[in-house]
Nanobody, 126 residues
């Protein structure tokens, strides 16, 4: 099983990027999909997650600006990032797990995900 994140790049503040994550292997059982990010000198932090019924959750810092979605092909998901800010600069990682989560359980910890992509760099300049 492999996850491949792509779509990162360098943009100015206020710009947009759309990250993609493509999973290979037994993808028909991906029930929880997420995105995390890690800025230099900081711990990896939760960004967004999509549960198996389609419920989504976001970190407060990105709420209203980022959108996580699943592609038509169930082995692909996205993170649309709008109105980017310099503090969004980080390496973004996609993650997946086969666990079925339902509210109020929110898989926002790294330990909630068994599979990880390699990361894609997002740099936002002011």
């Amino acid at each position: 099983v492999q996850l491949q994140a792509s779509g990162g790049g360098a943009v100015q503040a206020g710009g947009s990027l759309n990250l993609s994550c493509a999973a290979s292997g037994r993808t028909n059982s991906w029930n929880t999909m997420g995105w995390f990010r890690q800025a230099p000198g900081r711990e990896r932090e939760f960004v967004a997650t999509r549960l198996w019924r389609g419920t989504t959750y976001y970190a407060d810092s990105v709420k209203g600006r980022f959108t996580i979605s699943r592609g038509y092909a169930k082995n692909t998901w996205y993170l649309q990032m709008n109105n980017l800010k310099p503090e969004d600069t980080a390496v973004y990682y996609c993650a997946a797990d086969r666990t079925y989560y339902d509210p109020p359980s929110i898989p926002s910890e790294m330990r909630n995900y068994d599979f990880w992509g390699q990361g894609t760099q997002v740099t936002v300049s002011s």
